[in-house]
């Protein structure tokens, strides 16, 4: 793959700006703004859209950072959108399931809402059953984001940052969260997490977008085959909080290291698939340093489309969409049945504050908080 480094080309058209990079292969990648719908306090919510040259396009919007569309080709080159998410502004306001959005501060569950840190106790607000789950009340999916458009590895960018205040859901510290996403002409989704704090507080967020290989709304993901390279996840008990030990996947249905069908063992008489309703679970990679790493993959047969999840992080929470039920009505009026889609949210483990043999999530003052982590899609 050439290097993007020649022309970058940036004008704007009407209210439109594009940005255009071309490669010393003559491959291009293009993106640029468009308005997306306005909030009921007026805030207008811009769409971004990117598109390169091997049929890819992504559409973010800085409502949520949410991830709305990835159209990816199939084997034949049939192109379909294969997140879940809503036509219109108001899909995503009304959400409950955090389609393709950015969660935090601290992705997934943190028992009763509680944590201490420095000595000092924090309550965080309680909006799962007693528990805190992806950020809060208010979490970092329903903010507003500041957009930019950027350039990040020679390739055009979209930069959304937020600064959640002091106090925010419980949490401390003024705290900044840039999010950088980008695309590749390799079909690379490339996402890239810049923090920082004034006070000590803890981070964890992720991406929480459904994806259905076969298409939004095309069935479920129970023929979807995934690869998860970890000997290891963490149990939970019945409030699907960690129980703060490693368990061997060996021997049980959590057992993702060579290629699996996700549907072969999700009904199977099994402790932890009753309490998570299915797979709901975080899985520990093996030889986790920090650096960016193969963890997951998942392949669909029918399209050919396979997707392999690069990540810096510890760990992956694997959510087979035990929770949809058909209501959350989508794209193109399709309603999301019960395992239509599967998220793949690589972060550190939940609940790691109130475990300390998990990795810590603490951010402290003058530290960088940096994670990145690439969804490439291709077909076998
Ligand atoms: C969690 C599920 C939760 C879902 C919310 C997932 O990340 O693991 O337990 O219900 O998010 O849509």
Same mark, same amino acid.
């Given at each position: 793959m050439g290097l993007y480094m020649n022309k970058l080309i940036n004008f704007i058209v009407g209210s439109t700006l594009i940005l255009l990079i071309t490669g010393c292969d003559d491959k291009s990648i293009s993106l640029y703004e468009e308005d997306y719908g306005v909030l009921d306090n007026g805030i207008l919510i811009k769409q971004y859209i990117f598109e390169n040259d091997n049929q890819m396009k992504v559409k973010i919007i800085n409502y949520g950072a949410i991830v709305v569309s990835i159209e990816v080709p199939d084997k034949k080159g049939k192109i379909n959108d294969v997140v879940l998410g809503y036509d219109s502004i108001d899909g995503y306001v009304q959400d @409950? +399931?955090?389609?393709g959005a950015i969660v935090g501060r601290v992705g997934n569950r943190i028992s009763k809402g509680k944590f201490s840190l420095d000595g000092k106790d924090y309550a965080l607000a309680i909006n799962n059953n007693e528990n805190h789950l992806?950020?809060?009340? *208010?979490?970092? =999916?329903?903010k507003v984001w500041t957009p930019e458009i950027t350039e990040s590895n020679g390739l055009p960018a979209l930069k959304l940052t937020y600064l959640s205040p002091d106090?925010?859901?419980?949490?401390?510290g003024n705290l900044n969260l840039e999010v950088t996403y980008t695309i590749s002409n390799k079909n690379e989704l490339i996402i890239d997490y810049f923090g920082t704090t004034d006070k000590a507080t803890i981070l964890n967020p992720t991406n929480h977008s459904y994806f259905n290989l076969s298409g939004?709304? =095309?069935?479920?993901?129970? /023929?979807h085959v995934l690869k998860i390279n970890a000997d290891y996840f963490t149990p939970v008990d019945k409030? $699907?909080? @960690?129980?703060?030990n490693h368990e061997s996947v $060996?021997?049980? @249905?959590? /057992?993702?290291l060579n290629p699996k069908k996700i549907?072969?063992?999700?009904? =199977?008489?099994d402790n932890q698939l009753k309490v998570g309703l299915g797979y709901d679970h975080n899985w520990v990679f093996n030889n986790w340093d920090g650096t960016l790493k193969l963890g997951v993959t998942l392949f669909e047969p029918e399209s050919g489309r396979f997707m392999e999840v690069f990540t810096t992080e510890p760990g992956v929470q694997f959510?087979?969409?035990?929770? $949809?039920?058909?209501?959350?009505?989508?794209? =193109? *009026?399709k309603a999301y049945q019960y395992r239509s889609a599967l998220c793949l949210e690589t972060d550190h483990f939940p609940d790691s504050q109130n475990n +300390?043999?998990? @990795?810590s999530v603490v951010l402290r003052p003058g530290e960088e908080y940096k994670q990145k982590t690439i969804y490439q899609f291709s077909t076998k």
């Open positions: @409950p +399931s955090y389609f992806h950020g809060g009340i *208010q979490g970092f =999916n329903k106090g925010e859901e419980g949490y401390p939004a709304g =095309n069935g479920d993901i129970l /023929d409030g $699907l909080i @960690p129980l703060g $060996l021997g049980t @249905p959590m /057992d993702f549907g072969e063992r999700i009904n =199977n008489d959510y087979s969409g035990n929770f $949809l039920d058909g209501t959350n009505i989508g794209k =193109n *009026q +300390s043999n998990f @990795p």
